[in-house]
């Protein structure tokens, strides 16, 4: 079966750049994860008044207020089937703050047949789902962007008001002459405008997928079947 990206983005797939079809094919029938490692030579916040908001994000690992230059972070990507027997990508990034201070993006990706795309779950818990929309751009780069957040706890399920929702922009690159991995993303919402991003570089191991699949310390605390 084709990896959850080329299933999303069908022949489109094949125009990515031979680097980004290798790192975005990682799949449990392919034997193999992608760990990158790099540099943010920027990480950003929106004003004051978008804190309360990124503070509320970084109790789940989704969103968090801090900010700098140069951060050094790592991005791991294992596949696994989960516990609803959907095939799952890890997508967590950690970024090194400090020696002894770290953040975590931690979001867990499916290929829905459903809702025909890629949705996203956010932080440790899947409390929140996106659905993904893939473009490949002429330069061979691949464009993410995030629509119709929904909220999922217990008996609660429901769509957020796009007034409340952060849409995520995320555009990935290979840059052959430095043999490097770009990445850019920011977060945006219609009424607070900015509320969060960072650009930056990195390479990729493409390490053999462990007997065990991907590394407990990965996976949702919680998984959740809704989509």
Known sequence: ??????????????????????RFNVDTEAGYACVGRGVFSEVRRGAWWTVPFLRLGAYRNILFPDQGTNIPFSIENYP???????????????LELSPVKQRRF??????????????DYLGTHQHLATDLILEVLPDNS??????????????????????????????EAF???????????????????FLFGYRGEFK?????MPAEGAPQRLRPVREECRQ
Do not use: W
Request: hydrophobic share 40%; charged share 20%.
């Open 1 to 22: 079966m084709a990896s959850i990206f080329a299933r999303a983005l069908g022949e489109d797939f094949h125009r990515l750049h031979p680097m980004l079809q290798k």
């Open 80 to 94: 696994y089937i989960d516990g609803f027997g959907r095939p799952t990508v890890t997508f967590v990034r950690t």
């Open 106 to 119: 931690d979001a867990t990706m499916i290929y829905s047949a459903e809702r025909r795309g890629i949705i």
């Open 142 to 171: 691949l464009h993410l962007r995030s629509t119709g957040q929904r909220f999922y706890e217990g008996f609660l399920g429901f769509t957020f008001p796009s007034a409340l929702t952060g849409t995520a922009d995320l555009y």
């Open 175 to 193: 840059d052959d002459a430095r043999g490097v991995f770009t990445i850019q993303m920011q977060v945006r919402n219609p009424i607070l405008g």
């Open 204 to 208: 990729c191991t493409f390490p053999d």
